[in-house]
T-cell receptor, first 114, second 111 residues
């Protein structure tokens, strides 16, 4: 298994500002992903965080709005830029450990934009 | 596009009964399926997974069934307990392990 720590766990943000969310894993992982869960909805994949290269974004998500870094095998960040109330969501980090194929999630970062 | 969906948005069962949550998927290329449980205020918790070369897998009180012919996945929970009350998501993945989630089913366990 993998223990995933996300920071911040919750935040209230002002419209127009940006916030960076951190994802730290206790072991090396092969794959890291970022998901968004809007209120009352299911999870949607934002992007795949690639180590040492640009992230791979899903349709509807762009790098300027959601820049992602992954400097090593255990850490990634997601920035939500120029936030609006529509960005109020839970942002979740997901990983695939080196050993095994099970996909684990962090507890999420709950953002409210006012 | 391809999608994963659920038949029932809310399922209410009596404590001690068995629960069955169903899920339909449409991507025939998917080779890995997972059920997650999400309690209020928490992230998705892994319950059980199954690969496309299997049709049944059992865990502790849970069983996942996969019917590739009709692209159907189900989660069976035996002797449902109040602590099982949560939203359950099915998810499917291809080789790169990026998940497509269903819309979720809320399970309510009545004491």
């Amino acid at each position: 298994s993998a223990v995933i720590s996300q920071k911040p766990s919750r935040d209230i943000c002002q419209r127009g500002t940006s916030l960076t969310i951190q994802c730290q894993v206790d072991s090396q992982v092969t794959m890291m992903f970022w998901y968004r869960q809007q209120p009352g909805q299911s999870l949607t994949l934002i992007a795949t965080a690639n180590q040492g290269s640009e992230a791979t974004y899903e349709s509807g998500f762009v790098i300027d709005k959601f820049p992602i870094s992954r400097p090593n095998l255990t850490f990634s960040t997601l920035t939500v830029s120029n936030m609006s109330p529509e960005d109020s969501s839970i942002y979740l980090c997901s990983v695939v450990p080196r050993a095994g194929n099970t996909i684990y999630f962090g507890e999420g970062s709950w953002l409210t934009v006012v | 596009g391809e999608s994963v969906g659920l038949h029932l948005p809310t399922l209410s069962v009596q404590e001690g009964d068995n629960s069955i949550i169903n899920c339909a998927y449409s991507n025939s290329a998917s080779d890995y399926f997972i059920w997650y449980k999400q309690e209020s205020g928490k992230g998705p918790q892994f319950i059980i997974d199954i690969r496309s070369n299997m049709d049944k897998r059992q865990g502790q009180r849970v069983t996942v069934l996969l019917n590739k012919t009709v692209k159907h996945l189900s989660l069976q929970i035996a002797a449902t307990q109040p602590g099982d009350s949560a939203v359950y998501f099915c998810a499917e993945a291809t080789g790169r392990r990026a998940l497509t989630f269903g819309s979720g089913t809320r399970l309510q366990v009545q004491p």
